[in-house]
């Protein structure tokens, strides 16, 4: 699993987002937990891909609401589109970082932003 780091997008934007993504991990990737994180995924196989967050547990107890579902996070990633997740600070895993797996790394290609302040 490798660890990504964000890109901050400042207030000039950015003109080529493909060109701060890098190769999918094959056993997943990952970046430092922090709020305002946004994930893109471009998929240039000819098959759809998914990228999966692990649910950190099955429930999670709401007060007055009581134990609510927690589901994993998918996004499905069609052929030649560019997709993008934001992960909940709730999704933190073990390592305190946020992480995803995906079904196949084949031309696929990943990017951490954040909008800078």
């Given amino acids: 699993m490798a660890k990504l780091s ?10 080529d987002i493909s060109a701060a993504m890098v190769a999918a991990g094959a056993a997943g990737d990952s970046v430092d ?3 305002g994180i946004l994930i893109a995924v471009s998929n240039g196989d000819a098959a759809p891909h998914t990228l999966t967050v692990a649910k950190p547990s099955t429930s999670k107890d709401c007060g007055n609401l009581g134990a609510l579902a927690i589901d994993d996070i998918t996004l499905v990633v069609a052929a030649g589109k560019t997709g993008f997740v934001a992960i909940p600070l709730g999704y933190v895993d073990g390592s305190g970082d946020l992480a995803w797996t995906y079904d196949a790394v084949t031309s696929m290609t990943v990017g951490a ?3 800078a302040p």
């Fill in 113 to 115: 932003f954040s909008i």
């Fill in 33 to 35: 937990a922090s709020s």
């Fill in 6 to 15: 964000v890109t901050a997008i400042q207030k000039a934007g950015i003109a």
